[in-house]
């Protein structure tokens, strides 16, 4: 049974960091590419960032281009979101999934960790 289980979560300021963490567990995950959602309180959960396993290509959402950068440790099975230059609006609480492509769809996405908040203050 594949699980992913997200850290790093809390609260920042505006212009602060944080780095989240997905470590995953019991599952062929070299093939899949990993990818980080939100969901903010009231709307529906969007797309941030997918990385692949292997050759490590990346996408971003245009709302985070620049600040947030994703990252994987084959080793450790664990996949890296650090978000840099906070916004208020990236209050949310992050997913990471696991797809057997690189998409940035929802509905593409096999297993989800269980979430992490964040929540950015002004």
């Known amino acids: 049974q594949a699980q992913l289980v997200e850290s790093g979560g809390g609260l920042a300021q505006t212009g602060g960091s944080l780095r989240l963490s997905c470590a995953a567990s019991g599952g062929t995950f070299w093939r899949y590419g990993m990818g980080w959602f939100r969901q903010a309180p009231g709307k529906e959960r969007e797309f941030v960032a997918v990385i692949a396993w292997t050759a490590g290509a990346t996408r971003y959402a245009d709302s985070v281009k620049g600040r947030f950068t994703i990252s994987r440790d084959n080793t450790k099975k664990t996949v890296y979101l650090q978000m840099n230059n906070l916004k208020p609006e990236d209050t949310a609480v992050y997913y990471c999934?696991?797809?057997?492509?690189?998409?940035?769809?929802?509905?593409?996405?096999?297993?989800w960790g269980q979430g992490t908040q964040v929540t950015v203050s002004s």
């Open positions: 999934a696991a797809s057997s492509t690189l998409s940035e769809v929802e509905r593409f996405y096999d297993y």
